[in-house]
Antibody, heavy 120, light 108 residues
């Protein structure tokens, strides 16, 4: 079955960096675009970034543009999110999400999320 | 940056029709998608490409879009439909995705 397992979250001081990982299994990772979506405490879902199935295109939310790098290693079935210059408002659960092939434009599998807390 | 606007909350009695709106400047040219998220669970797609219903989603869920507004309609809402609902779409370039702020549906 499809599994997406995020890791790398934790408590980090403002201004520091963090790299999140998402280990994918149960499907052909290299065929799917992948997203990061986050949810701050008490807030709604916020789309963060997407990477094409082959890594050829990457797009970011304006709110974090310039501080993020999404990447993937298809040989390791792993998605990454490098976050720099972290701010208190980046505190959220970060979800790894698969782009559907069957229904274009939709998100069909979500990980359980990893909590990032930015605090001094 | 592009935004989709939803009402924070909608409340109906069981059996009534619930309508949740989503407004965005790019919606005349971009599809709207709707996700249902119950507490502690992963979001579930209930409507895609404005008005298509995935298999397994009850017929009481329907979607429409006109101009800059997309609407999710739940005809004969049930208590089990209580959840947060998010619209999802892209900006005019198609590059950036965006979620609406979410609408908490209460059925009681």
């Amino acid at each position: 079955q499809v599994q997406l397992v995020e890791s790398g979250g934790g408590v980090v001081q403002p201004g520091r960096s963090l790299r999140l990982s998402c280990a994918a299994s149960g499907f052909t990772f290299s065929r799917h675009g992948m997203h990061w979506v986050r949810q701050a405490p008490g807030k709604g879902l916020e789309w963060v970034a997407v990477i094409w199935y082959d890594g050829s295109k990457k797009y970011y939310a304006d709110s974090m543009k310039g501080r993020l790098t999404i990447s993937r290693d298809n040989s390791k079935n792993t998605l990454y999110l490098q976050m720099n210059s972290l701010r208190a408002e980046d505190t959220a659960v970060y979800y790894c999400v698969r782009d559907s092939i069957e229904v274009t434009g939709t998100l069909d599998y979500w990980g359980q999320g990893t909590l990032v807390t930015v605090s001094s | 940056s592009y935004e989709l606007t939803q009402p924070p909350s909608v409340s109906v009695s069981p059996g009534q029709t619930a309508r949740i709106t989503c407004s965005g400047d790019a919606l005349p040219k971009k599809y709207a998608y709707w996700y249902q998220r119950k507490s502690g669970q992963a979001p579930v797609l209930v409507i895609y490409e404005d008005n298509k219903r995935p298999s397994g989603i009850p017929e009481r869920f329907s979607g429409s879009s006109s101009g800059t507004m997309a609407t999710l309609t739940i005809s004969g809402a049930q208590v089990e439909d209580e959840a947060d609902y998010y619209c999802y779409s892209t900006d005019s370039s198609g590059d950036q995705r965006v979620f609406g702020g979410g609408t908490k549906l209460t059925v009681l």
